[in-house]
């Protein structure tokens, strides 16, 4: 299904351990801006989309892998696919600021329809997250 109209924004709720690292993490590492917060919760504007970090320590677990291209790819996983450029330049961020990487930035399926550069990295609280982007936008939904 396409359809022409500008994609709303999404929102993801998810759980964290505490707001100070996760503020670190999402603020500083990332650059998202802060939203309304309260006691137990902060949002964040992650590139337009809203996430809420919710703290709630006993659900933050670690996710389940897929072995993907020869990678083991958490399960449960959420991110942003970012102009070729952007995440060239959120990898160097990412790499200056120690981020603990999940699978360290690559090109998988290099070749075939869904080239894509990749990397996961996991916040203080344990969620993975997922950066990519494609050198032709075009194809991220391609087949074949």
């Known amino acids: 299904m396409t359809?022409?109209?500008p994609s709303p924004p999404f929102h993801l709720a998810f759980p964290v351990l505490d707001l100070e690292?996760?503020?670190?993490f999402y603020g500083e590492l990332l650059g998202c801006q802060e939203g309304r917060s309260a006691?137990?919760?902060?949002?964040?504007?992650f590139r337009g989309h809203q996430i809420s970090a919710h703290v709630r320590p006993e659900e933050c677990a670690g996710a389940r892998a897929n072995?993907?291209?020869?990678?083991?790819v958490p399960v449960r996983h959420f991110g942003l696919v970012l102009p070729w450029e952007?995440?060239?330049a959120l990898r160097d961020r990412l790499v200056a600021g120690e981020?603990?990487?999940v699978i360290e930035p690559r090109i998988r399926f290099e070749g075939e329809v869904g080239?894509?550069?990749?990397?996961?990295?996991?916040?203080p609280s344990g969620n993975a997250l997922?950066?990519?982007?494609?050198?032709?936008?075009?194809?991220?939904?391609?087949?074949?």
């Open 99 to 101: 981020a603990e990487f």
């Open 130 to 144: 997922e950066f990519k982007a494609f050198r032709d936008p075009s194809r991220l939904f391609a087949a074949e």
């Open 115 to 123: 080239e894509q550069a990749t990397m996961f990295v996991r916040d």
């Open 86 to 88: 952007d995440w060239h």
């Open 67 to 72: 072995d993907v291209d020869g990678d083991a």
């Open 3 to 5: 359809d022409a109209r």
């Open 21 to 24: 690292s996760t503020r670190r």
């Open 39 to 45: 006691a137990a919760w902060v949002d964040f504007d």
